[in-house]
């Protein structure tokens, strides 16, 4: 069984003790967050349906806070000799798929 979750903005598919790198949610090691599930596949059958996906918890675990990658920014302009760098690393949450209650 596995559903395809709301998390961070983005929609990721996920299936009980799976890991997932998500935008940064409040909460510290071993916190329980609840995930909003968009579509939920289980076996042959495929529910997309509001109302039965309202039903539906998808449970995860807050492993620990993560940073993304460094991403460097570099602004440059000609002639003048103006150079501007800056960085960025994304604050991130590791979460684990505890359980699909269907």
Do not use: C, F, W
Request: hydrophobic share 40%.
């Amino acid at each position: 069984m596995y559903a395809i979750v709301r998390a961070g903005g983005r929609q990721e598919k996920v299936s009980v003790g799976d890991t997932l790198l998500i935008d940064k949610q409040n909460g510290a090691a071993g916190d329980k967050i609840q995930l909003q599930p968009l579509l939920l596949v289980d076996g042959g059958t495929v529910t997309s349906d509001a109302a039965k996906l309202a039903k539906v918890t998808v449970t995860a675990e807050v492993v620990k806070a993560a940073k993304g990658p460094k991403i460097t920014i570099m602004k440059y302009k000609n002639k003048t000799g103006y150079r501007k760098r800056q960085g960025h690393r994304q604050p991130l949450t590791q979460v684990k798929i505890t359980a699909i209650d269907a």
